[in-house]
């Protein structure tokens, strides 16, 4: 059974920077495309970050030039560098393989305030 952990979550102001890890169990890590996922209050969960297995990378238009999702295989973990966050990146952010396929985890919360 997968099981993902999310931290780095938190609350700061517009134009600031977070950095979010997801540590992977359980799985062969290294084979699947990851993804960070979010969740703000009443909106579907949507996906905004990819990375293959390979490198390379796909974002959501509204994260461009803003997001970077990264990964480390050897320690079984995903990332994703936010920075210039605005009040609308506020929600619950998961990670997932992309297409998700495990369970979710508890996800980790990013407040943004203007």
């Known amino acids: 059974q997968v099981h993902l952990v999310e931290s780095g979550g938190g609350s700061v102001q517009a134009g600031g920077s977070l950095r979010l890890s997801c540590v992977a169990s359980?799985?062969?890590?290294?084979?699947?495309?990851m993804g960070w996922y979010r969740q703000a209050p009443g909106e579907q969960r949507e996906l905004v970050a990819a990375i293959m297995s390979g490198g390379s990378t796909n974002y959501v238009d509204s994260v461009k030039g803003r997001f970077t999702i990264s990964r480390d295989n050897a320690k079984n973990t995903v990332y994703l560098q936010m920075n210039s966050l605005k009040p609308e990146d506020t929600a619950v952010y998961y990670c997932?393989?992309?297409?998700?396929?495990?369970?979710w985890g508890q996800g980790t919360q990013v407040t943004v305030s203007s």
């Open positions: 359980g799985t062969i890590f290294s084979i699947n495309a």
């Open positions: 997932n393989a992309d297409p998700y396929l495990w369970s």
